[in-house]
């Protein structure tokens, strides 16, 4: 998760014309040609790092489906809800990888469907994973998750009516899709935490993934 905000910066440092959060799309800095744009806000996207941002949004994907699917009794409850979720969850992983494969700018359907799974279906998906997380799971973080999700949802739906809210195209984007990308880094840092401290205490390595 981490690679993907330090590439996103790599990759917008490039630009000969500044790049501006709140101008251009995330998609921008994975164009493959430089040419004015028209829609849904007329700029101008040149990205000579497009191929690193690609790689990192492929990556992302990949390591997000992988989560979705290992993670287990370490932070899910049995049932539905839970089961529903991870599933969303890996749906979005797969349109971060959908969106790497195919630059806007090659293939907007196939691009735009990717940005569909990572924003309505993993945004829905966050706001389940409030229901589906287990009880040893702090409840702030549990219903942190579902209002994350919510607030997401909320911004994705303006997003598409072309009501930024003063925040420009661009800004409205990253409201849409960086709380999924927040409430990962959380969880990852959060069981970091937690394998850091049975280490503390004792615990044999070889148990943690049972004691998750």
């Known amino acids: 998760m981490v690679q ?8 917008e440092s490039a630009w000969a014309r500044p790049y501006s959060w709140a101008r251009n799309n995330i998609s921008d800095l994975g164009n493959a040609h430089c040419a004015l744009q028209s829609e849904p806000e007329p700029r101008y996207v040149c990205s000579p790092e497009h191929s690193l941002m690609n790689g990192s949004f492929v990556v992302l994907g990949v390591l997000l489906v992988a989560g979705a699917a290992l993670t287990g009794g370490a ?27 195919a630059p806007s700018d090659l293939d907007e359907n196939q691009h735009a469907l990717g940005a569909l ?5 993993g945004n829905i998906g966050l ?7 287990a009880e040893h799971v702090a409840a702030p ?24 809210l003063g925040l420009g195209m661009g800004g409205m984007e990253r409201v849409a899709a960086f709380p999924l990308l927040l409430w990962v880094l959380a969880v990852g840092i959060r069981g970091l935490i937690r394998r850091a401290d049975r280490l ?13």
């Open 127 to 133: 706001v389940l994973t409030g229901f589906g997380l």
């Open 200 to 212: 503390h205490q004792g615990v044999p390595t070889e148990h943690l993934s049972h004691v998750d």
């Open 141 to 164: 973080m549990r219903w942190g998750t579902s209002l994350l999700g919510v607030t997401a949802i909320t911004a994705f739906g303006l997003f598409l009516s072309q009501h930024y």
């Open 4 to 11: 993907f905000f330090v590439i996103h910066v790599i990759a």
């Open 117 to 121: 799974l990572i924003m309505a279906a």
């Open 75 to 101: 932070l899910w409850r049995r049932g539905r809800t839970a089961a529903v979720s991870r599933l969303l969850l890996a749906c979005a992983g797969a349109g971060f990888v959908l969106a790497g494969l």
